[in-house]
């Protein structure tokens, strides 16, 4: 019958000053709720997030259009179409480059096989981690999308290949890089 008494007395008056013990231990921790979207903490360096397609250092495109991507992706969540560079309008080095290229991120899981398929390092993964939306069509991302931004000393294809003496030196880098806002000339001559 005492013990009976005695659990009472615990249930009645201990449990509950437990329960707040929790609480005030708590209170005097370091907070760590995130106000996000208001404060945006920085993701880990190898975050993978959204798709970029990369440039050379004179603005041609790095897609060959060769698939591989869209071959390795498990989502099946890109497309390519690819088409053939002309003399009087190159997009690429090579002899090909993407003409299509969506990445359907309603699909996509963010994995990055798509990246460790590309045989020219023209698709990588960007930190950027913001991909919601209120529609589907918008979450199919164009190759306008995906494309890198051209920085100084580069320019909007189509365009001839503008560095180096030839296409071994442009695809070795052998070739004085143009410097920010400096206008560069055609293969072989940096103007
Ligand atoms: S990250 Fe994965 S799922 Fe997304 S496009 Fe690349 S391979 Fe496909
Ligand atoms: S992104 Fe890379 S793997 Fe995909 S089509 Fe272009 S070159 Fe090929």
């Not at 179409?81 to 990445?103: C, K, L, M």
């Not at 996509?108 to 698709?123: K, M, V, W, Y």
């Not at 913001?130 to 589907?136: C, F, I, Q, Y």
Request: one cysteine or more; charged letters at 25%; glycine letters at 8%.
């Amino acid at each position: 019958m005492a013990e009976k008494k005695d659990k009472t007395l615990k249930e009645q008056f201990i449990d509950p000053v437990a329960g707040f013990g929790v609480t005030f231990r708590t209170m005097f921790k370091k907070v760590v709720t995130e106000q996000y979207p208001f404060e945006k903490l920085p993701t880990a360096p190898r975050f993978h997030g959204r798709h970029q397609l990369n440039r050379w250092p004179d603005g041609l495109e790095k897609c060959v259009g060769c698939e591989l991507c869209a071959w390795a992706c498990p989502a099946d969540a890109i497309y390519v179409e690819g088409a053939g560079n002309t003399d009087e309008e190159r997009f690429s080095p090579g002899e090909r480059y993407g003409r299509v290229y969506q990445i359907n991120y309603l699909r996509c899981i963010l994995c990055g096989l798509c990246i460790e398929a590309c045989p020219t390092r023209a698709l990588t993964m960007t930190n950027e981690y913001e991909l919601a939306d209120d529609n589907r069509a918008d979450l199919i991302y164009e190759k306008s999308d995906l494309l890198a931004p051209l920085l100084p000393g580069m320019e909007q294809p189509p365009h001839p290949m503008r560095l180096g003496d030839d296409e071994g030196a442009y695809y070795r880098g052998q070739y004085a890089a143009p410097a920010p806002g400096e206008k560069i000339g055609t293969t072989g001559e940096q103007a």
